[in-house]
Structures are given as C-alpha cells and as structure tokens.
C-alpha cells in the first residue's frame, strides 16, 4: 500500500548503499581497539562525494557525545563508536546529497532555528550546556545547519516523490484500526542522579522553586537532560514501571517524591496529560 513511500525511499538510497558498505568495511578496522599503530592525524576515515572526514575529527566529535561525568567499559566505547561511525556515514551522504542539489540553509533560517531552541533554555543554561559538551558556539550552530540541511533533503529528494491518495490512507485506517487508539499518556520531566543524598539535595532545591528544566540540565545523569529532563508522551508500558507507578498518578504541575529505579534516582513532574481517545480518520 505504501510502495510508492518506498520507491521514493529505494530511489534516493540506491546509488548510496553500496558506497555506505564499503565505506563500513573499510573504516570498521580503524576503529578497533586492538590497532598496533596510532593513526596519523590526517588519515581520512570516511569519503563520500568529495566530502572526507578525518580520523582524527572523527575522534573528537565522537568524545564530545559522550557526556563528561559518563564512564564507558572498552566494549561500550567500541560499540559507541561503530554507531556513531554509522550516523557520520548517513550525515556525509545526506550533505553530499545536499551539495549535489544546489541545498542550502539561508542565515534567516539558521536563526530562526537558533532562537526556537534557545527558548528552552532559561538565563545562562545554554551556555552552560555547551560549556558541558565542551563545544564551542560556533560548532553547535555548524551542527544545527548540517541538521537544517538533512531536513531540506529529505523533503525534496524523499518526501517530494511520495503520493499518497485519500483511498489509500483510508483503506489503511480501516485496516489498522486499532493502531489509532490512543491510550491514556503522560507528558513529563526527570531528574537522574546517582545517590539518595543527591537526590533529596536536589528535591530541596526544587521545592524552593527552582526551575525544574534548569535543575534538570544543571544535574540530571539521563541523556534528556539537554531537553530539560523532557521524556515526551509515553503511554503505561512504554517506559520503567517505576515511572508508570508515579506520573500517572501524579498531578500536573506536581513534583514527585524520590523515587528509586535500577538506573538510580528519580524526580519527576507531570508536564500534561492527556485521556485515552479513539482517533478518527480526520485526526
């Protein structure tokens, strides 16, 4: 039913595939742990269209996605750097892909994209979360661009080939029925830390009225702490069930108590909710 969504997906990959697995075999030795001799600093890692990544850039760039308070076995690392080796191979072919189709991202836009992301961040919080990546102003915005760009070529290079008629979105919401029940869900932030002492200082400062979202990105362990401890929607099931046994009895707006999980000590509070609902074909 969506083969067209395919064609278009297929069509756009096809010259890219086996770029991309070679690209794997060839870089994959590199990476691993067990190399007797230090790389020059100015091998080239990946090449694709023109547009090369160094060893050495790739090391860096891979060290600031680990977050600095983050301990990682030598397995972990190596498994870390295959994904990541993974999404420098996509990026490089959706910029290529870029360059190939005359796309680019307008100072207007990379602004606006700027501002919209700065209003999650109250006061100096953005620049402390950069100071904790270690990355500079300048290399955020150079990766928020390269993300505008992968956007821009999706939409004319995938999204553009694809026609979907009303008949065929019909047919398959009666088909799938099932699947646009949307049950209750629960939007909220978290707090992660690592003792029980930590835990009950940082509950202090938040029942003195200290942002949660700022506290959050200040102290929280969990990856959504740049996003402010946001966890999104997520319905029973979708998450621990010490979570689910706390937001979804906890008011919005409310903070929880401390609430401990195998991945250490949580805080929450409940963003919105939302009821469990049937959705019609027009939603």
């Keep these: 039913m969506f083969s067209r969504f395919l064609e278009g997906v297929l069509i756009y990959m096809s010259n890219r595939l086996m770029t991309t697995a070679l690209l794997l075999l060839l870089s994959l030795p590199a990476l691993c742990a067990c190399q007797e001799k230090e790389a020059p600093q100015s091998q080239v890692l990946v090449k694709v269209d023109g547009r090369s990544v160094s060893l050495e850039q790739f ?5 600031k996605s680990i977050p600095s308070d983050q301990t990682v ?27 190939r189709l005359g796309i680019t991202v307008t100072t207007a836009e990379e602004e606006d994209a700027y501002q919209e992301y700065r209003k999650d961040y109250p006061g100096t919080a953005f620049e402390e979360m950069l100071h904790d990546r270690g990355i500079t102003l300048e290399h955020w915005k150079r990766e928020l661009r390269e993300g505008l760009l992968m956007e821009k070529v999706l939409r004319q290079a995938v999204y553009s080939r694809v026609t979907v008629s009303d008949k065929e979105i019909a047919d398959y919401y009666n088909e799938y029925r099932e699947e646009f029940d949307r049950p209750e869900q629960v939007r909220a932030r978290q707090i992660v830390v690592n003792s029980k002492e930590e835990g009950e200082r940082i509950l202090g400062l938040l029942r003195q009225g200290d942002d949660f979202a700022e506290v959050a990105r200040k102290y929280s362990l969990s990856p959504d702490a740049d996003q402010g401890g946001d966890l999104g929607f997520f ?17 919005v707006g409310r903070i929880s108590e401390l609430t ?3 991945y250490g000590y949580h805080i929450f509070r409940v963003e919105e909710k939302r009821k469990a609902t049937k959705l019609s074909l027009a939603s």
Excluded at 73 to 99: P, Y
């Design 235 to 251: 319905s029973r099931g979708e998450m621990p069930d010490e979570f689910d046994a706390v937001v979804f009895n906890l008011a």
């Design 73 to 99: 076995t030598d397995d972990e690392r190596e498994e870390l750097k295959r994904s990541f080796l993974v999404q420098v191979i996509d990026r490089e072919l959706a910029l290529a892909e870029a360059d």
């Design 59 to 63: 090391e860096t760039d891979l060290e």
């Design 260 to 262: 401990q999980s195998p």
